[in-house]
């Protein structure tokens, strides 16, 4: 099936706009756009590679716009309110009668969002960073979760540090796999936003597939 505009409702009420694919029996994914005050939305490339590989692993997936980006309402909610628009987003899924696990995948300011709800919301099963601004966030909410996780970053990337992401990865209990991509940045240049396209799929036969642990 086709990608669908639909809206719905941040948790406190602000009208979000978002792209629906129903059908993949497996799951959910819920993909997270980068830093809306930036540039960040919903059609991403990197996001828009995530989606893909979701699809064609026989996952559904939801994208959507934060507050103030496109036609979502409201404005820019310095990354608090956005927590609701992620829990309206799950709402919303549930109001559909979707079947999980739901997965949320975040892009740099989209895995912050991702970190802050995961550990509070049972209903988020696993959960992947692309290139986590950890020089701008420690991430201390994350740090226990004990639920599948993914994490991707460039070797490049001065908003996620080699240095800063080992030491974050090497306290972060199991289930857990890190993939460094070589000669890539934060804004995956040069096409490099492919490469996220096999450590994803990777992530979701290894911890998701009906043979996994």
């Given amino acids: 099936m086709a990608e669908r505009l639909v809206d719905f409702p941040s948790r406190d009420g602000i009208r979000l706009e978002g792209l629906l694919e129903e059908g993949g029996g497996k799951g959910f994914v819920i993909l997270l ?9 919903m059609r991403n490339h990197v996001l828009k590679v ?6 064609e692993e026989g ?10 980006v496109g036609r979502s309402e409201g404005s820019y909610g310095e990354g608090i309110k956005e927590q609701e628009d992620l829990r309206g987003a799950l709402d919303f899924l549930n ?4 079947k999980g696990p739901f997965i ?20 988020i ?16 909410s994350f740090r226990q979760y004990g639920r599948p996780k993914l994490i991707i970053a460039g070797d490049r990337d001065f908003v996620c540090p080699m240095g800063e992401l080992e030491r974050f990865y090497s306290e972060l209990p199991e289930p857990k796999m890190l993939k460094v991509i070589e000669g890539c940045d934060h804004f995956y240049s040069w ?3 492919v490469a996220v396209s096999e450590p994803f799929r990777e992530f979701l036969q290894r911890f998701f597939s009906q043979d996994a642990p």
């Fill in 33 to 41: 756009h980068p830093h809306p005050l930036y540039g960040g939305e």
């Fill in 50 to 55: 995530l989606k893909k590989v979701a699809s």
């Fill in 59 to 68: 996952y559904s997936t939801l994208r959507f716009n934060f507050r103030g």
């Fill in 95 to 98: 109001s559909l009668g979707a």
């Fill in 104 to 123: 949320v995948a975040g892009y740099s300011f989209g895995s912050i969002i991702a970190s802050r709800v995961a550990p509070e919301d049972d209903r």
């Fill in 125 to 140: 099963e696993g959960v992947v960073f692309v290139s986590p601004p950890l020089s701008m966030d420690n991430f201390s």
């Fill in 191 to 193: 096409g490099m936003h």
